[in-house]
Nanobody, 126 residues
Framework: VQLQASGGGSVQAGDSLRLSCTAS????????MGWFRQAPGKEREFVAA????????YYADSVKGRFTISRYNVKNMVYLQMNSLKPEDTAVYYC????????????????????WGQGTQVTVSS
């Protein structure tokens, strides 16, 4: 499965962006999905995850209340709505797909995600 992330850009603090992720195969509904990010000089970190049918979502504390992950399986799309962006949100954002059951206790584990997109740059200036 090849994932394609898009929607990044350069914005001001307080602005919003919506990232999108789609797949080369129309099977995205069979995967739990996650968003991760990596800032320069830092390790890749978990941002948000959503279960296969979207019944459950999970967020990093740093984005809770500002970011929303959603999916539209009919259109083979997963989204990350990012509001009230801060300079510390600056990073390359990656979408990832997991064959495994994703729950509150394991959604942050990068080793559980089988496929990764190429990343999209988000830059937030103050």
């Amino acid at each position: 499965v090849q994932l394609q992330a898009s929607g990044g850009g350069s914005v001001q603090a307080g602005d919003s962006l919506r990232l999108s992720c789609t797949a080369s195969e129309r099977t995205l509904s069979t995967y739990a999905m996650g968003w991760f990010r990596q800032a320069p000089g830092k390790e890749r970190e978990f941002v948000a995850a959503i279960t296969r049918v979207g019944g459950n979502t999970y967020y990093a504390d740093s984005v809770k209340g500002r970011f929303t992950i959603s999916r539209y399986n009919v259109k083979n799309m997963v989204y990350l709505q990012m509001n009230s962006l801060k300079p510390e949100d600056t990073a390359v954002y990656y979408c990832a797909a997991s064959r495994w059951y994703i729950g509150a206790d394991n959604s942050r584990r990068t080793d559980l995600y089988n496929y990764w997109g190429q990343g999209t740059q988000v830059t937030v200036s103050s």
